[in-house]
């Protein structure tokens, strides 16, 4: 992964990654409890995939978050039954049926927000889960606030993936 990002960087091209780091950080230290074992595994999880690994730095990372109440209902719960998840069959995966786990995870996404880097998306405003397209569309508007060339880079977002 890190060779495909850093050669499409250098291309001139922007990468945008379902998850990266800061998701690593989020899913791992929401399994703790000590407030002083989090910042330290966030300090070690950071060091490792940038220093040891050399994974880029994002210039810009978006987080999506939801109230408290998206996973305290089980709204969450919801894309479960997605046809576009089949490989879960109709099941939540381990760490989605994990309501607290969901809550921490959340929760360091919302401290996130002072980040220079970091916008948070809301993906369920009102109590309304926003649609796959609502959303691409409001991480676009993201990708321009922030002055990213999208309208560039557009024709070859289509031709290029990493897996």
Not at 9 to 26: H, M, P, T
Not at 71 to 99: K, M, N, V, W
Request: hydrophobic letters at 40%; glycine letters at 4%.
């Amino acid at each position: 992964m890190r060779d495909a990002i850093l050669s499409d960087l250098a291309a001139g091209r922007f990468v945008l990654c379902d998850r990266y780091v800061s998701s690593n950080i989020a899913f791992q230290s929401a399994k703790l409890d000590d407030p002083t074992r989090k910042t330290e595994l966030d300090r070690l999880l950071r060091w490792l995939e940038y220093e040891t690994f050399g994974l880029p730095h994002p210039d810009l990372e978006i987080a999506m978050v939801a109230r408290d109440s998206y996973f305290e209902t089980g709204r969450h719960l919801l894309r479960s039954i997605d046809p576009s998840r089949a490989y879960a069959e109709g099941h939540a995966d381990i760490h989605e049926r994990e309501t607290g786990l969901q809550l921490a995870v959340n929760a360091y996404y919302h401290g996130l927000a002072n980040a220079r880097s970091v916008r948070l998306l809301e993906i369920d405003p009102d109590e309304v889960r926003l649609d796959i397209d609502k959303v691409s569309d409001l991480i676009w508007a993201m990708l321009v606030a922030s002055g990213m060339d999208v309208a560039e880079q557009s024709a070859a977002t289509e031709n290029s993936h990493v897996d």
